[in-house]
């Protein structure tokens, strides 16, 4: 049953179902539409609780922010990004994302490659 998303950890628990579903190969009608909700829901409470202009940051900001609503850490940036002391690297500035990496946080996080150039 769907609920109003009221704090960070039912918003995770919401991203964690949106993701599970969005990957599905063959969705059902009910799937579809579960996931158009939930995601409306995970929208309002971002609109409500992180209002911030994405069109306004870097793109290491933008990581940092997508990082942090998704509650992932440097840690789990490194092993996306293939070596674990990457994360560190990239968030300070002393290494740059390659296209291999930006690649691999669009398909991750689901947006669009551009916000990372």
């Keep these: 049953m769907l609920r109003p998303i009221n704090n960070k950890v039912h918003f995770r628990k919401a991203q964690s179902m949106a993701d599970a579903l969005a990957v599905l ?5 009910d799937q579809d539409e579960y996931l158009e909700s939930l ?3 995970m929208e309002h409470y971002e609109d409500d609780h ?7 940051l870097t793109p290491i900001e933008m990581l940092k922010y997508l ?4 509650g992932m850490s440097e840690s ?3 092993r996306l990004l293939g070596e674990r002391s990457l994360g560190n690297a990239v968030l300070s500035g ?3 994302l390659s296209k291999t990496h930006i690649r691999a ?3 991750h996080f689901k947006v669009s490659a551009d916000l990372f150039l």
């Design 67 to 70: 990082m942090e609503t998704s």
């Design 94 to 96: 002393r290494r740059s």
């Design 105 to 107: 946080l669009a398909d």
């Design 39 to 41: 995601s409306l829901l």
């Design 25 to 29: 190969e063959h969705r059902t009608r």
């Design 50 to 56: 992180s209002p911030i202009h994405t069109d306004q």
């Design 76 to 78: 789990d940036l490194g």
